[in-house]
């Protein structure tokens, strides 16, 4: 590992909580606050990109925020890991903010001020803990993002959003509470907190020690991630607005806690202590089941936003089984599948906001022949449904790929099968979606045409990155090139 010292992982962290202070010094002046929102949106995408070929290069831009002992501190580095994630989340809070000013139109002044100012919160949160480079750094803005994010999903302010927002709280508190014992016993065990790719517990952990902290770990981050039963706060909070439930479910909350995971299985516990525990088929069978079951769960909704819902339980736990494999193949694909999930459920968020905008249709079954009315919005719908479906040449087949590959490495055809038939489910409540849009007569209440601009062009860009991802995985970006890094460095190249 090769750090220096930069100034950059935290100006990407202070852009939005800049915006934040500004939003609410604006909250009378909505373009001053909506401008306020796209250049900290834009500049804190820069400020990320420009950390890419540093750490491409293998050096990590690092700073000390203060040190609290000899042996704990306040930290950020931007490694392969953290900046896959942090360009994940930047990149599409650009296109999320240009979406939500179409969306949010109508709304009470107060309410708009509330919602840009809590989402850039959210944002500089998630960068945050995309680049700690400690537990405990990522504890403290993990438990910002469950704080700010509170706001978003309670935004409507009626009884169904508070009931709710305080079961969201009430799960995620939770699992912040069981992670806190975890760095806490952490601590005891190995005498520091930092970050290392393949652990950095002592050989001589004792078997029931790396037991306790594994099922802390899991059960701490699990309620964020949505493992079953720890995900029914999931589907309730899609009471909130849909650029919201976009943020929950394609980058901030639910990929705050795989991305813990990968931190707290790769750069804490590590594969040779994990396996010697005999602790990892207890998260593949976790994962495999919310796979099947949450899948199952998708094909019963009629309401789309709750349909979209169960898919992300679902499609998570594709991460969260790739990571529990230990090979350098299935752990690529985990880290490829954090970006191309992100990019195909943002853009199905966004065709379910301009679908509800156009039309004031929540449900499925009121959507016949829509994709006549607004075919560019469900044209991106097909898009997303192909890649999650694992459809080349969407990016969904490129992440699914690898993760069948690493199940294979192991011969666990068993788990292979899991991924091969999750790809038949998704199709199953997918493209029935698409059938009625595209092939059913039109009902005679549908509206004709599409969504404002500033909401369609989100729509068509996210939907061309899922595409883009698919064809050129590695390009611009270095996503693959990351990813596999990352998968190289936790196993050693695998078993």
């Known amino acids: 590992m090769d750090s220096f010292f930069s100034i950059q992982p935290l100006m990407a962290v202070l852009v939005s909580l800049a915006a934040f202070g500004l939003i609410i010094l604006f909250r009378n002046r909505p373009n001053l606050r909506e ?3 796209v250049i900290a949106a834009v500049s ?31 930290a950020l580095r931007a490694d392969e890991a953290g900046i896959i994630f942090a360009m994940l989340a930047s990149m599409l809070w650009v296109v999320t903010s240009f979406y939500s000013f179409g969306y949010m139109r109508g709304l009470s002044a ?28 990522f504890f403290l803005f993990y438990e910002v993002l469950t704080v700010a994010t509170y706001p978003l ?4 302010g009626n009884p169904e959003a508070l009931a709710a927002g305080r079961k969201y709280l009430a799960y995620l508190i939770t699992g912040g509470v069981v992670l806190l014992g975890a760095i806490a016993y952490t601590y005891q065990v190995a005498g520091t907190l930092d970050f290392n790719a393949g652990g950095f517990l002592p050989q001589d952990t004792a078997v029931s020690s790396l037991a306790i902290l594994f099922a802390l ?43 813990g995971l990968v931190r707290a299985v790769g750069f804490v516990l590590g594969p040779e202590q994990l396996h010697q525990a005999g602790a990892l088929p207890f998260m593949l069978a976790a994962a495999a089941v919310t796979i099947v079951v949450a899948s199952l769960l998708a094909m019963r909704q009629d309401n789309l936003k709750a349909r979209l819902a169960y898919s992300t339980i679902g499609h998570l736990s594709y991460i969260v089984l790739g990571l529990a494999l230990f090979d350098a193949m299935g752990w690529t694909g985990s880290m490829m599948h954090i970006v191309n999930h992100g990019a195909m459920k943002i853009t199905m968020f966004f065709c379910a906001g301009a679908i509800y905008v156009r039309t004031h249709f929540a449900n499925i079954s009121q959507l016949d022949g829509i994709g006549h009315k607004m075919p560019w919005t469900m044209a991106a719908f097909t898009v997303a449904a192909l890649g999650l ?5 969407v990016s969904g087949f490129i992440s699914k790929w690898f993760l069948v590959q690493g199940t294979l490495n192991l011969e666990e055809f068993a788990l292979a099968g899991v991924f091969l038939v999750s790809g038949l489910l998704n199709a199953g409540y997918f493209f029935p979606i698409v059938y009625r849009a595209f092939f059913k007569k039109p009902g005679t209440k549908l509206v004709t045409g599409e969504a404002p601009l500033i909401m369609l062009l989100p729509i068509i860009i996210t939907a061309g990155l899922s595409l883009f991802f698919g064809l050129f995985p590695d390009a611009v970006f270095g996503f693959y090139e990351l990813a596999e890094r990352v998968g190289q460095s936790v196993t050693g190249g695998g078993w």
């Open 389 to 393: 479906a694992g459809v080349p040449p």
């Open 217 to 259: 770990f899991l059960i701490g981050f699990g309620f964020k991630s949505a493992v079953m039963p720890l995900h029914s706060w999931l589907p309730s909070a899609m009471v909130a607005p849909t650029p919201v439930s976009a943020l929950l479910h394609a980058v901030a909350v639910v990929k705050a806690g795989v991305f």
């Open 44 to 74: 804190k995408l820069a400020v990320v990109l420009s950390m890419l070929p540093d750490v491409l290069g293998g050096r990590y831009p690092e700073i000390t925020l203060v040190n609290l002992s000899p042996d704990i501190g306040l």
């Open 110 to 137: 107060q309410r708009q001020t509330r919602f840009y100012a809590s989402f850039a919160l959210c944002l500089s949160a998630t960068i945050g803990l995309a680049f700690s480079a400690n537990l405990l750094t």
């Open 35 to 37: 401008a306020v929102t």
């Open 153 to 156: 999903v309670a935004h409507k």
